[in-house]
Nanobody, 115 residues
Framework: QVQLVESGGGLVQAGGSLRLSCAAS????????MRWYRQAPGKQRELVAA???????NYADSVKGRFTISRDNAKNTVYLQLNDLKPEDTALYYC?????????WGQGTQVTVSS
């Protein structure tokens, strides 16, 4: 059974930082690409960042230079460091992994940025 459990969200002022974590189980973590998505109220879910098994990364243009995705294969955990947060970053952030022929999602962690 695949499980993704996110944590680390919260309320922060503009310019602040948060670190999101996603602990995975039920997959061979080290070989999977891990992704972070977000969904703001009334908007479509969007890809924020991804990290491949070899460590290569890519980011949405809106977060480049502010967010950093990383992984710890020994802990089966992927992280998303959010710096210089803006009110428009307010959203529910989800961890995602395509594995075993399916697409798996965590329950999400809320990030709220006040101006």
């Amino acid at each position: 059974q695949v499980q993704l459990v996110e944590s680390g969200g919260g309320l922060v002022q503009a310019g602040g930082s948060l670190r999101l974590s996603c602990a995975a189980s039920g997959i061979i973590f080290s070989i999977n690409t891990m992704r972070w998505y977000r969904q703001a109220p009334g908007k479509q879910r969007e890809l924020v960042a991804a990290i491949a098994s070899g460590g290569s990364t890519n980011y949405a243009d809106s977060v480049k230079g502010r967010f950093t995705i990383s992984r710890d294969n020994a802990k089966n955990t992927v992280y998303l460091q959010l710096n210089d947060l803006k009110p428009e970053d307010t959203a529910l952030y989800y961890c995602n992994v395509p594995a075993w022929g399916q697409n798996y999602w965590g329950q999400g962690t809320q990030v709220t940025v006040s101006s």
